[in-house]
Structure formats: structure tokens, C-alpha cells
Antibody, heavy 121, light 107 residues
Framework: EVQLLESGGGLVQPGGSLRLSCAASGFTFSSYAMTWVRQAPGKGLEWVSGISAGGTRTYYADSVKGRFTISRDNSKNTLFLQMNSLTAGDTAVYYC??????????????WGQGTLVTVSS | DIQLTQSPSFLSASVGDRVTITCRASQGISTSLAWYQQKPGKAPKFLIYVASTLQTGVPSRFSGSGSGTEFTLTISSLQPEDFATYYCQQLNSYPETFGPGTKVDIK
């Protein structure tokens, strides 16, 4: 059974940093692209960042480019999101998700439970 | 970046109703579109990919169609468990944007 478990969320002051982790199990982690999607309270889904299976290609939403860094450790089956220069607009539940297939046309079939990031003074 | 719009943003319907949600892309994306269902406090659930192919286990009352810039999600006979928010997502290019969502509520 595929499992994705996010951690690292919490309360941080504006301008601060957080590192989110997503521990994966139940599938060959190194074979699948992964993504982070966030959802602000009461709002819709926002795609944040994606990374290829091997970790060599990364992609970002304009809203986080230059502040967030996605990475992965395939030896430890873990996905990361380093978030710097946080603002109140980054307050959201952050989900990690696994692409359903090997090509970029596949959507995301497995999602974690989400971790809440609150940016406030 | 490709923008997605959805209509309506909210709809009120009864059990047994036929429901159609439209997703429009700001430029052509072929059939690189997926639909998700999300219930309050839960992660999204993937329903349909490449615009019209049902994910395994998704009831056949759900269907998708479209290509290019206009897509639809249809629920042929709404069931109590279908009351949720539905999102489209384009997978044609990065960033893989989502539509703003359509909330389906009980009339």
C-alpha cells in the first residue's frame, strides 16, 4: 500500500524558514516524479513544485520561485521542500503527492494527509 | 503559464441529478487534463486522467470529455457521497495549474 507521510509543518514567523519532509513507502520511490501542492484555509488547490524521478529536474510555481527548493533523497525514500522567506501568503496545508505513472501526462494518484504551515508573528 | 477556469464555482443539486462541470484552459492542452474530488479535511482523490479515462475504482457515473481548451466532468446520477469540491488540473506543461474548484452541495 502506498503511503506518504508529511512532517515539518508548524508555526513560523514571517521571513522565517521551514523544511517539509514526505516519507514514502509501498512503491519504488525512485521511479516516480513527485510534487508538492498546497491549500490555504478555505481556498482551492495550488500546485507548488515538482521534481523528476531522478531528482535532476525541478519545477516551481511563480509564487514560490526563488524562495522554495524541492529535493529528494531516493536512498531514504524521502521528498523535501525547503521554504525560505516565508510570508503570510504561504500559510496552507502542504500535501506531497506521487505521480500515477512514469510520464508527465499522468496525474497524482497518491497523496499524503498534509502538514499545516502557519506563517504569523 | 496556463490558466484554468471552472464553471460553475458552486452548484446545488439533488440526489439523482445529472451534473456537469466545465473546465476551460487559457491555451490548448490536448487531452492533458485530470479531475479530482476533494471532501472537507481530506486529500484530493484522482478521478479521471487524459480528459476522459476513469481511474480504476471510480464509479461509472463519472465521465469526462473534451480536448484542446474545453473539458467537462459529468456525474450522471448524483449520489450522496458525491457531494464534494471538484478540481481540474492541466498536465500539459509546468506549472501544473489547478482550476479554482466547483463545490457541489446538497439542494
Amino acid at each position: 500500500e502506498v503511503q506518504l507521510l508529511e512532517s515539518g509543518g508548524g508555526l513560523v514567523q514571517p521571513g522565517g524558514s521551514l523544511r517539509l519532509s514526505c516519507a514514502a513507502s509501498g512503491f519504488t520511490f525512485s521511479s516516480y516524479a513527485m510534487t508538492w501542492v498546497r491549500q490555504a484555509p478555505g481556498k482551492g488547490l495550488e500546485w507548488v513544485s515538482g521534481i523528476s524521478a531522478g531528482g535532476t529536474r525541478t519545477y516551481y510555481a511563480d509564487s514560490v520561485k526563488g524562495r522554495f527548493t524541492i529535493s529528494r533523497d531516493n536512498s531514504k525514500n524521502t521528498l523535501f521542500l525547503q521554504m525560505n522567506s516565508l510570508t503570510a501568503g504561504d500559510t496552507a496545508v502542504y500535501y506531497c503527492a506521487k505521480r500515477a505513472g512514469y510520464s508527465s501526462s499522468w496525474p497524482y494518484d497518491s497523496w499524503g494527509q498534509g502538514t499545516l504551515v502557519t506563517v504569523s508573528s | 503559464d496556463i490558466q484554468l477556469t471552472q464553471s460553475p464555482s458552486f452548484l446545488s443539486a439533488s440526489v439523482g441529478d445529472r451534473v456537469t462541470i466545465t473546465c476551460r484552459a487559457s491555451q490548448g492542452i490536448s487531452t492533458s487534463l485530470a479531475w479530482y474530488q476533494q471532501k472537507p479535511g481530506k486529500a484530493p482523490k484522482f478521478l479521471i486522467y487524459v480528459a476522459s479515462t476513469l481511474q480504476t475504482g471510480v464509479p461509472s457515473r463519472f465521465s469526462g470529455s473534451g480536448s484542446g481548451t474545453e473539458f467537462t466532468l459529468t456525474i450522471s446520477s448524483l449520489q450522496p457521497e458525491d457531494f464534494a469540491t471538484y478540481y481540474c488540473q492541466q498536465l500539459n506543461s509546468y506549472p501544473e495549474t489547478f482550476g479554482p474548484g466547483t463545490k457541489v452541495d446538497i439542494k
